[in-house]
């Protein structure tokens, strides 16, 4: 069994920084690619952004050059550095991990419960 958990969200002025983390546990084989998305209230889920294994990113353009993803591959976490935060950036957050669980299994993408990211003065 695979879990995927969030930490770090809360509340924050716009203008400040948050740090999210997300530590896959269970059984795992490998994990590929690792990433962040988020949906806000009354909005569709959307790609903020992904890390391959080997530590190639992409970002949404709306956070290009305030947030940036990194991993800890000997910890199986994959983290989001938000920095100057805007209240459009409110929403629930949630950790994806592509993964196997056994060295015959398929890859397949597992979900996080997410964490709520609130910016508001």
């Known amino acids: 069994q695979v879990q995927l958990v969030e930490s770090g969200g809360g509340l924050v002025q716009p203008g400040g920084s948050l740090r999210l983390s997300c530590a896959a546990s269970g059984s795992i084989f490998s994990i590929n690619a690792m990433g962040w998305y988020r949906q806000a209230p009354g909005k569709e889920r959307e790609l903020v952004a992904v890390i391959t294994r080997g530590g190639i990113t992409n970002y949404a353009d709306f956070v290009k050059g305030r947030f940036t993803i990194s991993r800890d591959n000997a910890k199986n976490t994959v983290y989001l550095q938000m920095n100057n935060l805007k209240p459009e950036d409110t929403a629930i957050y949630y950790c994806?991990?592509?993964?196997?669980?056994?060295?015959?299994?398929?890859?397949?993408?597992?979900w996080g419960k997410g964490t709520l990211v609130t910016v508001s003065s």
């Open positions: 994806t991990a592509n993964l196997r669980v056994s060295v015959l299994s398929t890859d397949r993408d597992y």
